[in-house]
């Protein structure tokens, strides 16, 4: 994952109903759609999923006190 959030393409894999499939994730945004046109993907499909990465201090305000 840090790869990813350094500007590299992560392969996360995994299984849905026992059929192998990845993620590719990257923070460069634009790297992530020149392998994507390498591999004969439509920008469109290109997903966004928002998501918080939590540690250090903040990390604590998570924890039930």
């Known amino acids: 994952m840090h ?3 350094s ?5 996360h894999r ?3 109903d026992d059929e192998p499939m990845v993620h590719l994730v990257s923070s460069d945004k634009e790297r992530l759609l020149a392998l994507g046109r390498e591999l ?4 469109r ?3 966004y999923k928002p998501h ?7 990390l604590q305000l998570l924890d039930p006190k």
């Not at 500007?7 to 392969?11: F, N, P």
């Not at 918080?52 to 903040?58: E, I, N, P």
């Open 40 to 43: 004969g993907f439509q920008a």
């Open 14 to 16: 995994h299984k849905i």
């Open 3 to 5: 790869f990813a959030l």
């Open 52 to 58: 918080w990465d939590v540690w250090g201090d903040k």
């Open 7 to 11: 500007g590299g393409v992560w392969l």
């Open 45 to 47: 499909w290109l997903q």
